[in-house]
């Protein structure tokens, strides 16, 4: 589980352009907990240390411990845009998501 976790923190702030020293920084945590984290060798980790961690690559903290086929970045993020959509526009874009979706289904099937 630390491991999947660390490797969404590296992931994402990896994808924000963020240094391991920056990400520290902006959590207020250490660089070398960060690093730790990371690399998947510290699994003592305080819940309001690896919450900040999360709040600072702009991710929730139950987002870490979805199961590992819902934790891909581009995912979460797919998923964190529709969110801060209004309704209706979430709506219409998931509609024409899943219309593109099966458009390509059906032509890798043909």
């Known amino acids: 589980m630390i491991n999947e976790i660390g490797k969404i923190i590296r992931d994402k702030r990896r994808?924000?352009?963020?240094?391991?020293?920056q990400l520290a920084e902006k959590a207020d945590v250490s660089e070398s907990l960060v690093s730790q984290l990371e690399r998947g060798v510290n699994s003592?980790?305080?819940l309001n240390k690896l919450d900040r961690i999360a709040k600072a690559v702009n991710l929730k903290?139950?987002?870490?411990?979805d199961e590992p086929e819902h934790?891909?970045?581009q995912y979460l993020e797919l998923l964190d845009y529709l969110a801060k959509?209004?309704?209706?526009?979430?709506?219409?874009?998931?509609?024409?998501i899943l219309a593109l979706l099966n458009f390509m289904d059906k032509s890798n099937n043909q």
């Open 15 to 21: 994808s924000l352009g963020l240094t391991i020293e």
């Open 44 to 46: 003592n980790i305080s």
């Open 61 to 65: 903290l139950p987002e870490l411990f």
């Open 71 to 73: 934790t891909g970045i």
């Open 85 to 96: 959509l209004p309704r209706n526009e979430r709506e219409e874009l998931s509609e024409k």
